[in-house]
């Protein structure tokens, strides 16, 4: 029997990125959401990194952080 393989690809964001991809929400917001834990992500080097689909969902209420 033939297995299906489904593989999502994860897309990091970088600050800038994000930003640019929100409208409404400038680099520094980001990165003080990313600062206080307010915003999933993880640091790599110098770099905040926020995973898109993380981040869409907490733009729309689907995802609460504590």
Known sequence: MAETKTENKITMLTIKEAAA??????????REMCRSGELPCFKAGKKYLINKEILHKYLNGELVVR
């Open 21 to 30: 991809l929100v409208d409404g929400l400038t680099e520094y917001r980001i």
